[in-house]
């Protein structure tokens, strides 16, 4: 049989039961993992993905919006039986939140941890691990995904907190997370280590632009930090994943420029930017490929991009 990443279906009523019933009369083929209603669609994922995620803890960083949610509920609805998540974000409220949604919407196969945590902070990362329920401590999938930009201006008037709050978050705390995870990940299957690690970059790591100086520094350096560790890693089983998103839709704007929603708004303007969503099923399709598959680095533009500052717009 062919196998699927995801299959959406949009039908009637009774054509939907039928092809309820069809799913469910092969279960090992595939599994139905997620129904809503009106319309009625039918999400149908690979049964061989949901398998490879089952027992497995996977870590999200900056899980509280945006990426980060998005990829958290991603891969409860991959595998909504016998998976734990841990949610890290400064706001705790909103994690528990999240746990919350999950639960209600894949119910208690998905065991979530929320966990109160700035990266930025290198004693907190320091003793992150250590703090966690020993069910939570071997973690197989790290999403470096907490990350930030801080105001469009250029040099000489960058103002020094905003270069050490992006510092310190987007490559520091990305760096120490990795450093305080890969250590259980390489002393699995005696030796031969075994795990994800998933760095989330940007276009703006690869094509450096106007106003976005240390922001664009931030994210090359993740480029460079991800490719010398894959290297680094190449005798082990530990997969070193790059997924860099172009134009996506969060709170990156807002926080940009201050909470001023006109002026993010206007980033998004005649444009269909992409959605946290996008960047999540590209996330978890990665860590669901076979343990031999590396999808080492991945660029996602909307129809509308093809480099950092080359974007059609439709006229308003």
């Known amino acids: 049989m062919t196998k699927v990443s995801a299959l959406y279906i949009e039908c009637s009523s009774d054509v939907a039961a039928y092809a309820r019933d069809l799913l469910y009369s092969d279960p090992t083929a595939i599994n139905l993992n997620y129904l809503s209603d009106n319309p009625l669609q039918l999400r149908v994922l690979a049964s061989a993905m949901s398998k490879r995620f089952e027992g497995k803890t996977v870590l999200i960083t900056g899980a509280s919006s945006g990426i980060g949610r998005s990829t958290a509920f991603e ?12 949610l890290t974000a400064r706001r705790i409220d909103s994690l528990k939140q999240v746990a919350s ?52 201006a250029k040099a000489p008037e960058i103002a020094e907190e905003d270069v050490d709050v992006m510092f310190a978050t987007n490559v520091t705390g990305l760096i120490n997370m990795t450093q305080a995870i890969l250590p259980s990940m390489l002393k699995r299957n005696n030796g031969d280590g075994s795990g994800d690690i998933i760095n989330i970059g940007s276009i703006a790591g690869r094509e ?27 005798a082990k089983r530990i997969r070193v994943i790059a997924i860099d998103p172009g134009q996506v839709e969060t ?57 950092a500052t080359i974007m059609h717009r439709k006229s308003t």
Not at 75 to 81: D, E, V
């Open 75 to 86: 891969f409860a609805r991959s595998c909504p039986k016998n998976l734990k998540l841990v």
């Open 101 to 152: 949604e999950i639960n209600k919407e894949v119910g208690d196969g998905v065991r979530v941890l929320p966990v109160q945590l700035d990266v930025s902070k290198a004693d907190e990362v320091r003793n992150f691990v250590g703090q966690l329920p020993d069910e939570f401590k071997e973690v197989d999938v790290l999403v470096n995904n907490a990350g930030l930009v801080k105001g469009v």
């Open 208 to 234: 450096p632009y106007i106003g976005g100086s240390i922001y664009c520094a931030t994210k090359a350096a993740v480029r460079s930090f991800t490719e010398s560790l894959r290297k680094e890693l190449i």
């Open 251 to 307: 709170e990156f704007s807002l926080v940009r420029f201050g909470g001023n929603k006109s002026k993010a708004d206007a980033v998004y303007a005649g444009c269909e930017p992409l959605t946290p969503d996008d960047i999540a099923e590209t996330i978890v399709f990665a860590a669901g490929r076979r343990e031999n598959v590396v999808i080492a680095d991945t660029l996602i533009f909307p129809n509308h991009q093809a480099a």
